[in-house]
């Protein structure tokens, strides 16, 4: 009878920390359709692209202080569809359909909107410990690069891509969370050396969007179509984590915080999830 009071007890207090973990810590309103948040250090704010309405022109790039206290919605405007952010030195990088567009850290004056021929639909970015950029063209399959010198290349266009959305560099790898079709997207590695694509997930997922380290060997990855964020190792191993809504983009974890920031697009939301 006692093993049976600790059990159900015990029971009970899993289901309440399930329960809490699906729950946002904070709701942050004021976007539109926001798909990317990074966290710059030196300057202590997060960035947030929006994506904006169907009007060209309106997307733009939101910067948030770290507790919320200074809010610029509107920050960076005259974009027509930002996704995936970088901060490199006192320059903010954001893919825009077809440009790579860099700015000022300082000013929030754009300096460049740089062409990338062949592309279609630039979504997230990445640099390896050089300096180099990588990103994601969801449409084309493709991963382009841009050296220090600001040289782009196609770095790796291939079907078993499977509609790269985000990246993550490692020494070894690019790390890709995959669109995919039908809700099939994996998570996939690309060694660097050979340019090899590997899946690591064992069978698709979902609509793959952003993908996060979690600091021990692990990931945090999104699915965009179900709201649903997991974590994956190397070796394929999956596990659900919490469960969010529709449309959670291009994801980022501050382990030293323990938080989760999810740019909600359809709810035009940041939600904070506390990952202790």
């Known amino acids: ?45 997060f960035y947030v692209s929006n994506m904006g309405g169907r009007t060209e022109g309106d997307g733009f790039i939101s910067r948030i202080s ?64 050089e300096g180099n950029i990588f990103f994601s063209d969801l449409a084309q399959s493709s991963i382009y690069r841009m ?33 995919g079709d039908d809700q099939n997207g994996n998570i996939l590695k690309v060694d660097r050396s ?20 979690k600091g021990n060997g692990e990931y945090y990855v999104s699915d965009w179509a179900t709201g649903k964020i997991y974590t994956i190792d190397l070796e394929g191993n999956l596990k659900e984590v919490l469960a969010s809504e529709k449309s959670s983009g291009d994801i980022l974890y501050l382990e030293n915080d323990k938080k989760l920031y999810l740019p909600m697009n359809h709810q035009n939301e940041l939600w904070i999830y506390n990952m202790n």
Not at 1 to 12: A, D, R, T
């Open 1 to 45: 009878m006692k093993y049976f009071i600790l059990l159900i007890i015990f029971c009970g207090m899993t289901a309440i920390g399930q329960e809490q973990n699906n729950t946002p810590e904070l709701k942050l309103p004021g976007f539109s359709h926001p798909e990317s948040v990074i966290f710059d250090e030196k300057y202590d704010y």
């Open 147 to 179: 050296n220090e010198e600001g040289v782009i290349e196609e770095w790796l266009n291939s079907p078993e891509l499977e509609k790269p959305n985000g990246l993550f560099v490692t020494p070894e790898y690019i790390l890709v969370a995959a669109w």
């Open 66 to 129: 770290r507790k919320w206290q200074d809010q610029e919605h509107s920050w960076i405007s005259g974009l027509n569809d930002p996704k995936g952010l970088l901060v490199k030195g006192d320059r903010l990088y954001v893919t825009d359909i077809k440009h790579l567009i860099e700015m000022d850290l300082n000013s929030g004056e754009i300096l460049q909107r740089i062409p990338v021929e062949g592309a279609e639909s630039l979504n997230d970015l990445a640099m390896d410990e």
């Open 194 to 213: 050979t340019r090899e694509i590997t899946r690591i997930s064992k069978e698709g997922i979902g609509n793959m969007d952003g993908i996060q380290s």
